[in-house]
């Protein structure tokens, strides 16, 4: 089956210290993977797509094929990240299958 | 980019009920697609809804319980029907250009 893994529900960290949101995908092939972010009370929006290779917000994500991971990692923390974050990836069906979702917290 | 919006926002039904979601892109896309996101959960794919043909429905999901409309590239239709409190959760719209873009969301409480 094709899966998208994402290890961790909550993820709490303080404001400046590093984050990582772990993603893990099942897929033989080149995938098509994204992370989307959806803050408190607001919809659902991409925030990274592996081929653009862009940061956003100060997020970055690297496809690593060896590994099968697309993790999330930003540097330094800031509140207005907390949000929930969830791996996704398209099928040959233009479908996106996500992952069951981090929650981030960050702490002052 | 796509700007999606869906009418309701919200509702709250008696069970045995039906509710339709509209969902209205600003333009046009050949891919629309409906997710459900029950309570502390992700997003499941409920069904494409295709222009000019029958939805294509996901495993558990069924055209009976989830009939959908696409009668252009610019709107849809998720009906809910004979609703029991296990339907209460998210609809969320989406659709596709160079990549997918997702609707504010329906919250459906089924009483």
């Known amino acids: 089956a094709q899966r998208v893994t994402q290890p961790e529900k909550l993820l709490s960290v303080f404001k400046g210290a590093p984050v990582e949101l772990k993603c893990n995908y099942s897929?033989?092939?080149?995938?098509?993977l994204f992370w989307y972010v959806q803050y408190s009370r607001q919809r659902l929006q991409l925030l990274l797509r592996h081929i653009s290779r862009e940061s956003i917000k100060g997020f970055t994500a690297d496809l690593n094929k060896g590994e099968t991971s697309f993790h999330l990692k930003k540097p330094f923390a800031q509140e207005e990240d907390s949000a929930m974050y969830y791996c996704?990836?398209?099928?040959?069906?233009?479908?996106?299958?996500f992952g069951s979702g981090t929650r981030l917290l960050v702490r002052p | 980019s796509a700007v999606i919006s869906q009418k309701p926002s919200r509702d709250i039904c008696q069970r045995g009920t039906s509710l339709t979601i509209q969902c209205q892109v600003d333009s046009q896309v050949t891919m629309m697609f409906w997710y459900r996101q029950q309570p502390g959960q992700s997003l499941t794919l409920i069904a494409t809804?295709?222009?000019?043909?029958?939805?294509?429905?996901e495993s558990g999901f069924v055209i009976d319980k989830f009939p959908i409309s696409r009668p252009n590239l610019t709107f849809s239709t998720l009906t809910v029907s004979n609703m029991s409190p296990e339907d209460s959760s998210i609809y969320l719209c989406s659709a596709r250009t160079d990549t997918q873009y997702f609707g504010p969301g329906t919250r459906l409480t089924v009483l």
């Open positions: 897929y033989s092939g080149s995938p098509e």
């Open positions: 996704a990836r398209v099928d040959s069906s233009y479908k996106l299958i």
């Open positions: 809804a295709n222009q000019g043909s029958e939805a294509t429905y």
